[in-house]
Structures are given as structure tokens and as C-alpha cells.
T-cell receptor, first 111, second 117 residues
Framework: AQTVTQSQPEMSVQEAETVTLSCTYD???????LFWYKQPPSRQMILVIR??????QNATENRFSVNFQKAAKSFSLKISDSQLGDAAMYFC????????FGAGTRLTVKP | GAVVSQHPSWVICKSGTSVKIECRSL??????MFWYRQFPKQSLMLMAT?????????EQGVEKDKFLINHASLTLSTLTVTSAHPEDSSFYIC?????????????FGPGTRLTVL
């Protein structure tokens, strides 16, 4: 079974600074997708970034980028120039057929 | 991006009654939809996979007779919580993949908060 581990229950970052959220996963598959979702207090799940496992190039979306290490089964999210609106729960997710989520990391952004 | 809606957004019911939650893909077709449950301050736990035209696939430990799923059309899946009890109170979220069952990105509904008195 696939498992996703987020070892940081909570993280804090100063506004305008950079923060990295960690995620590791376990799978025997070679073709899959990885995602970071953001869940603000409204609880609407918002896609932040996605990575196809067959692509070696790390995905980037504006201030958000990932460090995808396939051999190490690691998929960390870097948020640059953090903004107050980035404060939320962040979930790492693995998808081959269905989607499995990590436990989440609560990010606080300090003004 | 693709839009998934859920109705109702919140519901309060008495113990022993049944509650139906709808999940709709508004601007794309979805032969597969997923139902999740989320307890406060916890992650999303996959309950079942809803398949259009066939039976739903339930995760281990999820009672299929209690959580009835019907995928009535390519844009609608429903989750019925039968004989609800207070322990069924939770936040229920559906999602649908864009681009087929193995579409690379899932889009989530806004969720339904169920409170059973």
C-alpha cells in the first residue's frame, strides 16, 4: 500500500521569507503523480503544484516549487516570499489510481 | 480550472435519519469520483471510489451498507449516510479527476459538514 508521510505537523515562517515543507512516500510503482494541496480555513482543497514521476525536472508555479527526489521518494515544497495568505494546512498527496494524503502540515505566516 | 460542487454545504440531522450528499462536476464529465472523510485537524481519508455505471469500491473498514454511493450520471455522484449516528458527524469531501479515471489532477468539492444530533 502507498503511504505518504509528512513529518512536520506545524511550521512557521516570517512574511517574505522562504519555507520548505517535507514529504516522503512509499511506493513500488514507477509511474505516478505527486501533489501539494492547500486547505485554508474554508476547507476547500486547492491545488498548489503537481509533479509527474516520469519527469526529472522539478515543477514550479510562481512562488511554489518542489524538490522531487524519486530515488529517495521525497517530494518537498518550497514556498518563496511567503505571504500572509499562504497560511493554511498543506497536504502532500500521491496518486496512481486513487489519491492518498499525508497527515498535513499547518503553516503559520508571521507578519 | 475544473469545478466540482457539493450540496448541501452543511446539514444537521437527527440520529437515525438518512442524509444524501451530492457531488457534481460542473464543466467536465467524470466516470470516477472519490469520497473522503475528514475529522477536525486530521487528513482526508478515502472512503470509496464511485464508478459511473458500476458498483462503488469501498476502502477497508468502510461500511458499504451505511455509506451508499450512487454514480447516477457522468456528472453526479451521491453519498447517502444511512441511519446516521453522532459518530458519523464529520466533513465529507468529494473529488473528480479531470481527464478520465487516471486523470492527473483531481478537483475537489467544497465539502459538506454533517452534524448528527
Amino acid at each position: 500500500a502507498q503511504t505518504v508521510t509528512q513529518s512536520q505537523p506545524e511550521m512557521s515562517v516570517q512574511e517574505a521569507e522562504t519555507v520548505t515543507l517535507s514529504c516522503t512516500y512509499d511506493t513500488s510503482e514507477s509511474d505516478y503523480y505527486l501533489f501539494w494541496y492547500k486547505q485554508p480555513p474554508s476547507r476547500q482543497m486547492i491545488l498548489v503544484i503537481r509533479q509527474e514521476a516520469y519527469k526529472q525536472q522539478n515543477a514550479t508555479e510562481n512562488r511554489f516549487s518542489v524538490n522531487f527526489q524519486k530515488a529517495a521518494k521525497s517530494f518537498s515544497l518550497k514556498i518563496s516570499d511567503s505571504q500572509l495568505g499562504d497560511a493554511a494546512m498543506y497536504f502532500c498527496a500521491y496518486r496512481m489510481n486513487d489519491m492518498r494524503f499525508g497527515a498535513g502540515t499547518r503553516l503559520t505566516v508571521k507578519p | 480550472g475544473a469545478v466540482v460542487s457539493q450540496h448541501p454545504s452543511w446539514v444537521i440531522c437527527k440520529s437515525g435519519t438518512s442524509v444524501k450528499i451530492e457531488c457534481r462536476s460542473l464543466d467536465f464529465q467524470a466516470t470516477t469520483m472519490f469520497w473522503y472523510r475528514q475529522f477536525p485537524k486530521q487528513s482526508l481519508m478515502l472512503m470509496a471510489t464511485s464508478n459511473e455505471g458500476s458498483k462503488a469500491t469501498y476502502e477497508q473498514g468502510v461500511e458499504k451498507d451505511k455509506f451508499l454511493i450512487n454514480h447516477a450520471s457522468l456528472t453526479l455522484s451521491t453519498l447517502t449516510v444511512t441511519s446516521a449516528h453522532p459518530e458519523d458527524s464529520s466533513f465529507y469531501i468529494c473529488s473528480a479527476p479531470l481527464g478520465g479515471p487516471r486523470g492527473d489532477t483531481q478537483y475537489f468539492g467544497p465539502g459538506t459538514r454533517l452534524t448528527v444530533l
